[in-house]
């Protein structure tokens, strides 16, 4: 595995990648690898010739109030990680190698970016647009990966790119979960012991709204009070509860076609989110 | 001389000359052609392999109040200037190829896009930096070309192609002007005869100034004001008369370095803008 620093080398090597037509997988993290993106990695190396993870703790991204300098960054087991999963390029550039000075331009999405996390956290879709699309061009990938439990990030970033013709497939995979359900993200290694297994909530109020959606319940209404009245009985704040339209994420009330159930809340200082998809038939 | 209408099958013959490695001009155009945008053209011609001429009205860069319905369309002439002056390729895509349904995403600049066409014209460079994003990606030019008149959006372009890593330089070409010093603009068809005359003291006021420099003055504050009295003479209503960095366009007190003048006025109901750039030894 090569790990790459510089924006202009990266550039360089995923165009004698693309004239010489390879398939190229590219995974976009901020590191702090877990399952959830090996599985991501994983399916890129079984669907590509080249495997690149970017590894950037995209500044743009967070807000005021959030965590970017205390945000982890545990190199040596991240490179260790990636390189077991299959990985061939490890893209880490640093912030002035992706914005050098004058860097001025940015991506922003519409109404896909307005609702859910994008009023929770402004300017974060903004941040994430931008350097996504940087890091397209810079890698060139033929197919991207991205996971499920960022599932309006991941619908964004496929808009984008079909949008601006990044010339890529965007291919959101499942979220892969801890025992007990809760989805992985590396915010969880933030919870007390008592808040990770109130965590797991979150799953279980999403898994009996899609029960209940099957056994035929099409209330929006009903279902967003299934699940506050479910989490509300541990110590989680709801941030929002929510049954969409999976393509536009604009809120359903009578359900019908392909829905995602969403939330949001925070447990102590954590905020996590977690989601299911449901065809509705 | 091919003309496509089509975006999916512009991308397609775009990749292919970049898999063969042609040089690629392209020039970016509203239509209504006139000399400016033909030694625009001609210099795609002389440095390229393939010379793309896009055509294309952009209705996100019109505000409410402007005249995006009646922008003019001469869609036979076009063809036949730009045919003349050495175009392969007339890329003239409808709406619908540019911005297909559920399209959302936007480019955005920050300092450079504020100040001079940007506080007077909400959303204008958005809609410039997106449609040329798009432009950029469809065509994959080596190179392309753009007039200097339209000083601002020629920064900006230049600007979002490297940010976004676009893969292309942007040249800048001098400003093709009429015999008394206008510079030439498909607006300028609309002045009034007494109008017309009048126009052409813009570039009388930048000329002086730039005259004034030469001799020594480096007072902004006693130059914009010369210029200012200058076009006072017409019936044109200034709208900006400034002196500025020529690369971050901020406002220059004291002159040095490389430094853009600017106006832009109205005569009746035409906006017209011009510019200098003058080298402060």
């Avoid at 010489?20 to 994983?42: D, W, Y």
């Avoid at 970017?68 to 640093?94: E, H, N, Q, S, V």
């Avoid at 109404?111 to 397209?136: N, P, Q």
């Avoid at 990938?141 to 309006?152: E, F, L, S």
């Amino acid at each position: 595995m090569t790990v790459i620093r510089s924006a202009r080398r990266m550039e360089a090597l995923a165009k004698r990648l693309e004239r010489r037509k390879r398939r190229v997988g590219v995974v976009p993290t901020m590191g702090c690898l877990h399952e959830g993106h090996l599985s991501l990695i994983r399916a890129a190396r079984s669907q590509n010739d080249v495997v690149i993870v970017t590894l950037f703790v995209n500044p743009l991204q967070f807000g005021p109030g959030e965590d970017f300098a205390r945000y982890p960054r545990p190199f040596a087991r991240d490179r260790a990680l990636a390189k077991a999963a299959g990985t061939d390029i490890l893209f880490a550039p640093t912030q002035r190698e992706l914005y050098p000075r004058g860097f001025q331009t940015a991506v922003d999405l519409g109404a896909l970016a307005r609702r859910w996390e994008g009023a929770s956290r402004a300017g974060h879709f903004r941040g994430v647009a931008t350097v996504v699309t940087i890091l397209f061009r810079l890698t060139r990938p033929t197919m991207a990966y991205v996971g499920q439990k960022d599932y309006q990030q991941a619908l964004i970033i496929q808009r984008l790119a079909r949008d601006l013709r990044l010339g890529l497939s965007v291919r959101i995979l499942p979220t892969v979960r801890e025992p007990d359900g809760l989805a992985m993200s590396s915010r969880n290694a933030s919870l007390t012991p008592t808040q990770r297994l109130q965590a797991a909530t979150l799953f279980l109020a999403l898994g009996e709204a899609r029960e209940r959606i099957r056994g035929g319940e099409r209330s929006g209404a009903a279902l967003i009070e299934g699940m506050r009245r479910r989490i509300g009985e541990t110590e989680a704040r709801i941030d929002y509860a929510a049954i969409v339209d999976a393509a536009t994420l604009e809120p359903v009330w009578r359900l019908r076609g392909r829905v995602a159930l969403l939330v949001a809340a925070r447990l102590g200082r954590t905020r996590l989110i977690d989601n299911l998809l449901v065809d509705v038939s």
